[in-house]
């Protein structure tokens, strides 16, 4: 085990390591992307909430990892007849790390920013529901909605709902400050970032010391660092074909789970040709998602029709409306007046996944007369122009948001889909709480997705966690991108 301060060469990475620290008071957990900053109200990146989610912030409310809402910073709530005013009770005596008291004006401040006109929250559209924030005193706070969201508190459980104090909101980039049960310690880098425990937690105090959150990569070193002890666990492990090499170790498992991924490429429907909805459908046409799965997923995934995960309990088993067909794929290029040899740019961000399908999806679409060009972006890169702003013809990126269809009715989204069916469904979906009437709504949602195939929806895959066997814990099962680390300990 390690900690704090010794540096070790393994496989080319350096680990930080202390011999001074209780080893049952420390763990290192292993990720492959280093976040962008450490903000989930500026930023739609995943690795954000990894790090941060119900470690180093909270909010109103959470989701456990069954995927159900619970109170959190909002010990209860009432919800007025109409479904639009929340009232929400404040747990009591709670500070952020900077020794400032929560109040309700921190719900308010944290809220209003979030949808107002200048924020790069990734869920803005969300935000923008609120109509004001009242507080009739520090311990309760009064949101009010132009219309009813069903969705409101599962919503607020999201990492960009994150609450925060108008004293650090502007440094949390590099330096967060929330009301987490572990706080910001240090990032090199590159290579880590440590936060330690929150001595004046209101909660249950987290049992260990300091977690280690490592950026790894290359899955062939963090083998070698889990295989070393040098790492103690490495959820969402990223390359099944190297699980084979921990299966006889005595002191590791490999715990199967699941969590809402969703692979997709994304087109641009703004942007030509993507715009006619025949050349969307020959995309479709023209992969073979089931050959994809068994490259890209090792033959344990799920060929997607719509945009929802199977762990959702709304997922609908969908009819193949696009099985592989690259001479119905090249009729309807044609058909829309697409030459052979018209060039197109897949851009992809740096992820082995995102990089693996690309290559793969360039391949099928060059077999029925485009072009492709490979693009590959840094993070910053295609957040900024991909996600930002959505400058581009295709993307391949997987959603790993919960329960996220409502990305399809937003007027800013980076693949630019507008349907007034969908938004007709989607607002009668978010004005009822009824479960029955939202989960047919919600089939609908999805099935006229399938029918517009704005994105081609490629794949969902199950999640490998390689761990320690005596932690105990751990999400395995992931229902939002976050790894929470407060329950989280070593066997006795």
Same mark, same amino acid.
């Given at each position: ?20 620290a ?36 909270e ?22 007849d ?5 009232h ?77 104090s ?16 572990f ?52 959820p ?11 299966i ?17 490429? #994304?087109?641009?429907?703004? *942007?030509? @040709?993507? =715009?006619?909805? /025949?050349? &969307?459908?020959?995309?479709?046409? !023209?992969?073979? +998602? ?16 719509s ?8 997922? #609908?088993?969908?009819?193949? *409306?696009? @099985?592989? =067909?690259?001479? /119905?794929? &090249?009729?309807?290029?044609?058909? !829309?007046?697409? +030459? ?12 082995t ?87 047919r709504?919600?089939?609908a ?41 407060g ?6």
């Amino acid at each position: 085990m390690k900690s704090a301060c010794v540096l070790l060469a393994v496989a080319g990475l350096r680990f930080v390591s202390s011999a001074s620290a209780d080893p049952r008071e420390t763990m290192s957990i292993g990720v492959s992307i280093e976040p962008p900053g450490l903000d989930p109200t500026r930023t739609p990146s995943e690795a954000v909430g990894t790090i941060t989610y119900n470690n180093i912030y909270e909010g109103l409310t959470r989701l456990d990892r069954e995927g159900h809402v619970q109170p959190l910073l909002a010990r209860e709530w009432t919800v007025s007849d109409d479904g639009r005013v929340y009232h929400f009770t404040l747990q009591d005596n709670v500070h952020f790390h900077d020794g400032s008291l929560l109040t309700c004006e921190n719900v308010r401040f944290s809220l209003l920013r979030a949808g107002a006109s200048t924020s790069t929250n990734p869920d803005r559209s969300f935000f923008t529901n609120i109509v004001d924030v009242a507080c009739p005193d520090a311990s309760h706070a009064d949101v009010t909605l132009k219309k009813p969201h069903g969705s409101f508190t599962y919503e607020l459980a999201w990492n960009d709902a994150s609450i925060l104090s108008p004293a650090s909101a502007d440094k949390n980039v590099s330096h967060p400050i929330g009301t987490g049960p572990f706080q910001f310690q240090e990032w090199q880098r590159g290579d880590h970032v440590t936060l330690s425990r929150n001595p004046d937690y209101w909660g249950k105090a987290p049992l260990l010391k300091t977690v280690i959150f490592r950026f790894m990569p290359d899955p062939l070193a963090a083998s070698n660092a889990l295989l070393a002890g040098e790492l103690d666990a490495y959820p969402s492990f990223p390359a099944p074909e190297v699980l084979s090499r921990f299966i006889d170790h005595p002191s590791i498992r490999i715990v199967r789970g699941t969590f809402p991924f969703k692979a997709i490429l #994304a087109l641009n429907n703004a *942007r030509r @040709p993507f =715009n006619d909805i /025949r050349v &969307r459908q020959a995309v479709a046409y !023209a992969i073979d +998602r089931k050959a994809l799965v068994q490259a890209g997923a090792d033959g344990e995934g799920t060929v997607l029709q719509s945009h929802m995960a199977p762990n959702d309990p709304d997922y #609908a088993a969908l009819p193949d *409306r696009y @099985p592989y =067909n690259p001479e /119905r794929a &090249r009729a309807l290029l044609k058909e !829309a007046g697409i +030459r052979p040899g018209t060039q197109l740019t897949l851009s992809y961000p740096p992820i082995t996944y995102a990089r693996d399908t690309s290559e793969i999806v360039a391949a099928y679409l060059e077999q029925v007369g485009l072009i492709v060009t490979l693009q590959p972006l840094e993070w910053p890169a295609w957040l900024g122009q991909v996600f930002g702003k959505g400058k581009f013809d295709m993307t391949v990126i997987a959603h790993t948001e919960p329960h996220d269809i409502g990305i399809y009715d937003r007027e800013a989204i980076y693949f630019h889909y507008k349907s007034p069916e969908f938004h007709s469904l989607f607002e009668q979906y978010e004005a009822t709480e009824n479960p029955e009437e939202r989960h047919r709504l919600s089939v609908a949602m999805q099935d006229r997705l399938a029918q517009d195939e704005p994105n081609v929806f490629l794949y969902s895959r199950p999640r490998d966690t390689v761990m320690n066997s005596h932690i105990l814990g751990l999400w395995t099962d992931q229902q939002i991108a976050a790894c929470p680390m407060g329950d989280v300990s070593w066997e006795p």
